[in-house]
């Protein structure tokens, strides 16, 4: 097979995987396909802030049986200077899962590219919109490129949420082995008062 064989070959395959003419998606099947897009990364997005609270409610109740252990291998552990670190860990946690909560404003946007949206979709402000004001946009909308803006609004908006919600499980990760060492820490103490960590 020659080299000109090869090239038209793999041109021929780079094609294909095109659409054209009748294969290529209609306009009604590409604004559903928006629609769908935009209903899924809600989701996405509600599903976080969901877990994030979950995650609130199990993390404050499991402090209530972990303070029990820490107390009954050693009783003065409230007084020492690891269980107040480890109590700023455990606040810090908390507030890290509800900053998942925590609202996200995206303030100006690249995402859109060249494409001249409106953003009627979802209004930022809408003080700054009147009722005739909205009206005269709405007759010049180009669907198509205000549902693709704001569906690549809300992928980024899921994005900033996934990541704080990471943080928040390193921060729980970190929490629960900080209550191991403590333990093994305070167990020291109860035996013998000349341990370091006694001291403070």
Request: hydrophobic share 40%.
């Given at each position: 097979m020659?080299?000109?064989?090869?090239?038209?070959s793999l041109a021929e395959e780079a094609a294909a995987g095109v659409p054209e003419g009748d294969d290529a998606p209609s306009k009604e099947e590409r604004i559903d396909f928006l629609k769908q897009a935009i209903a899924f990364t809600e989701w996405n997005i509600r599903s976080f802030d969901t877990k994030a609270q979950i995650s609130i409610a199990a993390f404050v109740l499991s402090m209530?049986?972990?303070w029990s252990i820490i107390t009954s291998a050693?009783?003065?552990a409230g007084s020492?200077?690891?269980v107040a670190v480890l109590l700023l860990l455990f606040v810090a946690t908390v507030l890290l899962f509800g900053f998942v909560i925590w609202p996200v404003t995206l303030t100006r946007s690249n995402l859109t590219g060249t494409w001249e949206t409106k953003g009627l979709f979802y209004?930022?402000?809408?003080?700054?919109l009147t009722a005739n004001l909205y009206t005269d946009r709405l007759k010049s909308l180009v669907?198509?490129?205000?549902?693709?803006?704001e569906t690549l609004k809300?992928?980024?908006?899921r994005e900033i949420k996934?990541?704080?919600f990471r943080h928040a499980l390193v921060a729980t990760i970190a929490f629960y082995v900080s209550v191991i060492i403590t333990l093994l820490l305070l167990r020291n103490c109860a035996t013998s008062d000349r341990f370091w960590a006694c001291r403070y």
């Open positions: 020659s080299a000109n064989t090869i090239e038209t209530n049986p972990l050693y009783a003065q020492r200077l690891v209004v930022g402000d809408p003080n700054r669907i198509e490129a205000e549902l693709a803006a809300l992928a980024s908006i996934s990541r704080r």
